[in-house]
């Protein structure tokens, strides 16, 4: 059977006929549109979206450094925040995982839900378990979102991680480093604390940055439903009774209120396949059947391999 990269690479170049209509309003520039609203930053946000931890790891990094600046922060995860939670901003920093190619949906809409940002400077960054994708661009979509809620856009970065697309897992090793710790580690951190203090002297200096989505071919795959193909692979997603213990996590990880532990049920309909359950599974208790063979959860491939975070 054809593997989810080959096939991907056919439908990159059948796709790219198909897409080119649809090119010019998704590649324009992201830049402000109004000028920024202060070049001392006082109060920050720095909140993220993190599945399996790996953007949560470098957004309390982010936020530790901005505050060792002497800036009050308030971080975590995007769900509990809201248009109140985050008034009175100097600086807005938004982190995401690359699903699919792409930020999560959940990522945009929940900076869609936000009022107008009026010139605050807004950051942006994404973790990513590659190499396939686009992680600038999927940085950019953040930035993009965030332009049009009139922030200021300053800074963009990515940093790659462990795969948390454990279907991998059989045929790539990539995601170790040489030292065979896991990504994020110390080195990736430092890139992190070097792009906090990049962000404070844009800010500083009153220059926000004007970013544009790069046109590659891997873009084109985006076209084609990435999600949905993999969705299409798989079969037998379900509660396994005798091993849940009701502890809530797969129902607190879910973006779309697809499962309930409560009455053992998976809305396959609207799953948009982000592996959230079974990832954060401490009881094997959630079945994914993808391509006939039984999803492994990232913290039970952790366990399995005896693998662990530096930090
Ligand atoms: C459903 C899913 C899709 C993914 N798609 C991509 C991708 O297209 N490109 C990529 O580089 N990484 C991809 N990844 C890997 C994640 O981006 C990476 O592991 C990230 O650091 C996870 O962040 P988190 O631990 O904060 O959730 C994917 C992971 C999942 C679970
Ligand atoms: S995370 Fe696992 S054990 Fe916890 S409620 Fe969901 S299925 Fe049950
Ligand atoms: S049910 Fe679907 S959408 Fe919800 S966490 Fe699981 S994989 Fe993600």
């Known amino acids: 059977m054809e593997s989810r990269r080959s096939f991907l690479k056919k439908s990159v170049l059948i796709g790219t006929a198909a897409a080119l209509p649809t090119l010019p309003s998704c590649y324009s520039s992201i830049q402000a549109t109004v000028p920024m609203k202060t070049k001392s930053i006082n109060k920050a946000a720095v909140l993220w979206y993190s599945q399996t931890g790996n953007t949560m790891r470098c957004g309390k990094v982010l936020a530790e450094t901005l505050e060792k600046n002497k800036i009050d922060v308030s971080s975590g995860e995007i769900r509990d925040f809201n248009e109140n939670s985050i008034k009175n901003i100097d600086l807005l920093v938004i982190g995401a995982p690359v699903f699919y190619y792409d930020v999560p949906e959940y990522v945009k809409k929940f900076i869609q839900s936000l009022q107008d940002l009026e010139g605050v400077p807004v950051a942006a960054y994404v973790t990513f378990g590659g190499p396939e994708g686009n992680q600038y661009n999927a940085a950019c979509s953040i930035l993009e979102e965030l332009a049009l809620k009139k922030g200021v856009p300053v800074g963009l970065s990515f940093f790659q991680s462990i795969s948390s697309f454990t279907m991998i897992y059989d045929d790539e090793k990539n995601f170790k480093t040489k ?79 697809s499962i309930d532990p409560d009455s053992f049920t998976v809305n396959t309909d609207t799953c948009i396949f982000c592996l959230g359950c079974v990832n954060n599974c401490d009881y094997q208790a959630i079945n994914i059947m993808y391509r006939d063979k039984r999803v492994v959860g990232f913290n039970d491939y952790l366990k399995k391999n005896n693998l662990s975070f530096e930090y």
């Open 179 to 257: 030292e065979n710790t896991i990504l994020p580690d110390r080195k990736t951190y430092k890139k992190v604390r070097e792009y906090a203090g990049t962000i404070i002297s844009e800010v500083k200096n009153g220059s926000s940055s004007t970013f544009k989505k790069s046109l590659t071919l891997r873009e084109f795959s985006t076209f084609f439903g990435p999600a949905w193909w993999t969705k299409k692979f798989t079969d037998n997603h379900y509660i396994i009774k005798e091993k849940c213990v009701g502890c809530g996590k797969c129902r607190e990880k879910c973006p779309t209120k």
